[in-house]
Each structure stands twice: as C-alpha cells, then as structure tokens.
C-alpha cells in the first residue's frame, strides 16, 4: 500500500520562490511506487490549490487531513515558524521535521542565540534591536566595522546587508526592517564559513554530515544571490583536520538537542582568524551588555541554523548527504520514515 503524502510549498513569506525550488526537487526525487503524492500549495496572497486547483481554507484542511504524512517544504514565516506545524497538530498528522517549538524558536535568530549560548555555545556578537531601537555608541564602539544588518525573523539571507561604513547603517537597517520589524545588528567574523548538516534517522540515532566551506568568489556575502544564483562553491567535505571536523560536528548535534529539534537542521558556523583580532570579543550573548567570549579563540562561531534549510538542487544540506553517501530520494525516505506529530493527540476528558 503506497503512503499518503502531501508536499506542502509556497507560502506568504519573502522565500515562497525559493519554497517552489525546493517542493520541484523534492517532488522530482520522490518514488512514485511508494508514495500516493499530493502538491499542496500556499499562494502568496494566501489562497491555496491542490494540484493546480484552487480550494477554500477548508478544503485544504481536509485534504491535508487525510495523509499519512505531510512535508512542509516552506521556508520563512507563515511556514518554517511554526505556524504550519501548529495546524498540523491541531489536524493530528504526522509531519516531516521540526515541530513546533523548535520551528519557532529556531527562526528567531535573536531566541536561537539565547538558547545557544545557555548550552555553553559559541554564538555571533550582536544586538536586538526593536522597531524604534537604534544602534547604541557603545555598541558601535565595541563591535567596530564591518557589521552585519539582518531582520531576526527571515532568511534566505533577505534583507541582510554588510556595513563598512556607518553612514550605510541607516539603509541597511530599512532594508532589514521590510521583512521584520526586530532586526539584528551583529559584529562580522573574519573567518571560514563552514556548515553542518544534521539528520534524524527513524530509530532516533542523529548524525552530522561532512562539513561544507562556502567559498564565495563574486559577492560580498553569502547573499541571496550567491545561494541561489551559482555565485558560490562548496568544497564539501571542507579541508580541514579531523579533530576541527569532530569538533564542529560535536556543536551542530549539540545545536540539535539544545532546540529540541527532529528529523533535520542545518547549522552555520564560522572559524574565527585565531591571531589577528578577528576572534576576540566575536561572540557572547545577543542582547545589550553581552560579555566578549573568552574560553578557546580557536571555538567555531554558531553564527544560524535553518530549521527546514534549502531542498534545491543548488542547496547545501542534499549536497552534504550525498557526499556522505545518502542520496536525494535515500534522504528523502528517511525524513519521512521518521515523520511523527509532536504531542499525541489526547481523548477529551468527559
């Protein structure tokens, strides 16, 4: 008997193109023999059609409510926030990756940070700043340039921009400020940008892939561009030693647990440049009086995770798993193998 399985993509967020890309390739590696799949799809206004035809609220609803699974390829707010997986709950059926705190913690860059850094965790240096905050002198006298400007809630890298200047400051934080109303202005690390991708097989075993260096050659950043346009390079696995391998490894599972997070997570780190300033006061807690990290300079930067990171063709976290022997539609099985709800749903009491 083959399993019920709806992809679920688009959504209201900045990223709805980018959760097109990804439903496309998820949709494209799926084995047709196993799976009875139907594509749900969230207009950008909202509405929403299943295969290609457009249905009320309701209807979706009910339609989602008859899988076995369901696969929330969105990315951003209204999807990857926890949003979708609380109605996904609330229908009673299973669903692929992040439930719902992990969803919402996870997006919020500035939350993330919190909880990271009480594990014990290494995270980039910066600040929240709310709709009528500006960036402080102090803060600007301890960050010094560059900064990086981003919205706390959004990514895709959208709305990010890299300040060399301070006179930059105030467009950047407009441009932030179009995708969320919190935004976060954080000191640059000069260093490797390396990622690790983490995966949840069905008996619960979690394993971290081989890291990736993001080598970017015709951007400032890893920008939107660069992610989805081919203006960058992954040297997957990234050419380092063993022991920095493990190390980094070790902090992604230890990501992983400390969001409480299922089935996948992606999380990004840099190596700080140990011997020319660029590590020192790189990392503490992401909120005004955050104290300069001072155990070992060498300590990888958890700079974001990316609870439903990209299913692309172009994406880091697939590339990963098939470097590690795990192909698209392998990787594809095990996610949804391990599809569950959150909370059991309980017999209302009399």
């Given at each position: 008997?083959?399993?019920?399985?709806?992809?679920?993509f688009?959504?209201?967020?900045?990223e709805?193109?980018?959760?097109?890309?990804?439903?496309?390739?998820?949709?494209?590696?799926?084995?047709?023999?196993?799976?009875?799949v139907?594509?749900v799809?969230?207009?950008r206004?909202?509405?929403?059609?299943?295969?290609?035809?457009?249905?009320?609220?309701?209807?979706?609803l009910?339609?989602?409510?008859?899988?076995d699974?369901?696969?929330?390829?969105?990315?951003?707010?209204?999807?990857?926030?926890?949003?979708?997986?609380?109605?996904?709950?609330?229908l009673?059926?299973?669903?692929?990756?992040?439930?719902?705190?992990?969803?919402?913690?996870?997006?919020?860059?500035?939350?993330?940070?919190?909880?990271?850094?009480?594990?014990?965790?290494?995270?980039?240096?910066?600040?929240?700043?709310?709709?009528?905050?500006?960036?402080?002198e102090?803060?600007?006298?301890r960050?010094?340039?560059?900064?990086?400007?981003?919205p706390?809630?959004?990514?895709?890298?959208?709305?990010?921009?890299?300040?060399?200047?301070?006179?930059?400051?105030?467009?950047?934080?407009?441009?932030?400020?179009?995708?969320?109303?919190?935004?976060?202005?954080?000191?640059?690390?000069?260093?490797?940008?390396?990622?690790?991708?983490?995966?949840?097989?069905?008996?619960?075993?979690?394993?971290?892939?081989?890291?990736?260096?993001?080598?970017?050659?015709?951007?400032?950043?890893?920008?939107y561009?660069?992610?989805?346009?081919?203006?960058?390079?992954?040297?997957?696995?990234?050419?380092?030693?063993?022991?920095?391998?493990?190390?980094?490894q070790?902090?992604?599972?230890?990501?992983?647990?400390?969001?409480?997070?299922?089935g996948?997570?992606?999380?990004?780190?840099f190596?700080?440049?140990?011997?020319?300033?660029?590590?020192?006061g790189?990392?503490?807690?992401?909120?005004?009086g955050?104290?300069?990290w001072?155990?070992?300079?060498?300590?990888p930067?958890?700079?974001?995770?990316?609870?439903?990171p990209?299913?692309?063709?172009?994406?880091?976290?697939?590339?990963?798993?098939a470097?590690?022997?795990?192909?698209?539609?392998?990787?594809?099985?095990?996610?949804?193998?391990?599809?569950?709800?959150?909370?059991?749903?309980?017999?209302?009491?009399a």
């Amino acid at each position: 008997m083959s399993i019920r399985l709806a992809v679920l993509f688009g959504g209201r967020s900045g990223e709805h193109d980018v959760s097109r890309r990804s439903a496309a390739s998820i949709l494209a590696h799926l084995d047709r023999d196993v799976y009875d799949v139907t594509e749900v799809l969230i207009e950008r206004d909202g509405g929403w059609q299943v295969d290609g035809t457009p249905v009320s609220f309701s209807g979706a609803l009910d339609v989602l409510g008859r899988q076995d699974v369901v696969f929330p390829a969105l990315h951003g707010p209204f999807g990857e926030d926890g949003t979708v997986q609380s109605m996904l709950e609330w229908l009673d059926v299973a669903y692929v990756g992040n439930g719902v705190f992990a969803s919402a913690a996870g997006m919020d860059k500035a939350i993330t940070k919190r909880l990271l850094t009480a594990e014990g965790l290494r995270v980039a240096d910066g600040v929240s700043l709310g709709p009528d905050d500006e960036l402080s002198e102090a803060d600007r006298e301890r960050f010094g340039l560059p900064v990086f400007v981003k919205p706390a809630r959004a990514g895709s890298s959208l709305g990010v921009s890299k300040v060399d200047h301070w006179s930059e400051l105030p467009a950047a934080i407009a441009l932030a400020r179009e995708s969320d109303s919190r935004i976060l202005v954080e000191r640059a690390i000069r260093g490797r940008e390396i990622d690790v991708a983490v995966l949840q097989y069905p008996d619960g075993r979690i394993e971290a892939g081989p890291p990736l260096e993001i080598k970017v050659s015709s951007a400032a950043f890893f920008d939107y561009d660069a992610k989805y346009e081919g203006g960058a390079v992954f040297d997957i696995p990234a050419r380092l030693d063993p022991e920095t391998t493990q190390r980094l490894q070790d902090r992604a599972v230890q990501a992983f647990r400390a969001l409480d997070c299922r089935g996948l997570l992606r999380v990004d780190f840099f190596l700080p440049e140990v011997g020319t300033g660029a590590e020192s006061g790189a990392a503490g807690v992401a909120v005004r009086g955050s104290t300069a990290w001072t155990g070992d300079p060498s300590e990888p930067v958890l700079n974001e995770v990316n609870t439903f990171p990209g299913f692309t063709a172009a994406s880091q976290y697939p590339q990963i798993w098939a470097r590690a022997g795990v192909e698209f539609s392998a990787l594809l099985d095990i996610l949804i193998s391990g599809a569950r709800k959150e909370t059991p749903l309980r017999a209302a009491v009399a």
